[in-house]
């Protein structure tokens, strides 16, 4: 079973730098890109960016980029997403995502990112 | 603003369809068949319902289908149940700088 595993909540203040992950099981992990989408509470689904761990290319909404930053772990089949200044406004949940084909599945359950002073 | 547009809400009665559209530009939904739908039930994660337009994963009901005309593609949901209950959203692959677009999402209501 294919299976995407992110690390727990987070609670930051503004400026700090915050790393989640997303552990990948059940494929090998340089078929598939793998993606991140974010989703402030209460509102609806925004792309990121993506990383293809074939050879960690990656490309950015024009709307993140410069902001965070998408790498992996080949070695343990895990994806992050990384912050080194966070903002109030990063406050949202966070979600990596399987891109088989062109279409996302399966989704990680999700990491709730808390910036708050 | 989202790249893709969706009405805020759709309702239906036990038993009835429903249909929930998503218009996007030449640049996307009108240019490919790559459309794909989500369902999200409060507090979980997204579950993928469609894919390229018109496909079902293994395991989604055959009451959920994908069609397309022109710009807009459309999810319809047939014999409405209230485990049916959710936000659905669609997805399309575009030519812009952001390959991936999502709509704003749909509140399906069940009376």
């Known amino acids: 079973e294919v299976q995407l595993v992110q690390s727990g909540p987070e609670v930051k203040k503004p400026g700090e730098s915050l790393r989640i992950s997303c552990r990948t099981s059940g494929y090998r992990l340089t078929r598939n890109w793998i993606s991140w989408v974010r989703q402030i509470p209460g509102k609806g689904l925004e792309w990121m960016g993506r990383?293809?761990?074939?050879?960690?290319?990656?490309n950015y909404s024009p709307s993140f980029e410069g902001h965070v930053t998408i790498s992996l772990d080949k070695s343990i089949n895990t994806a992050y997403l990384q912050w080194t200044s966070l903002r109030a406004s990063d406050t949202a949940i966070y979600y990596c995502a399987r891109l088989e084909g062109d279409w996302f599945d399966p989704w990680g359950q999700g990491t709730l990112v808390t910036v708050s002073s | 603003q989202s790249a893709l547009t969706q009405p805020a809400s759709v309702s239906g009665s036990p038993g009835q369809s429903i249909t929930i559209s998503c218009t996007g530009t030449g640049s996307d939904v009108g240019d490919y068949n790559y459309i794909s739908w989500y369902q999200q039930h409060p507090g979980k994660a997204p579950k993928l319902m469609i894919f390229?337009?018109?496909n079902r994963p293994s395991g989604v009901s055959n009451r959920f289908s994908g069609s397309k005309s022109g710009n807009t593609a459309s999810l319809t949901i047939s014999g409405l149940q209230t485990e049916d209950e959710a936000d659905y959203y669609c997805s399309s692959y575009t030519n812009s700088t952001t390959p991936r677009v999502f709509g704003g999402g749909t509140k399906v209501i069940v009376l």
């Open positions: 990383i293809d761990p074939s050879d960690s290319y990656t």
């Open positions: 390229d337009v018109s």
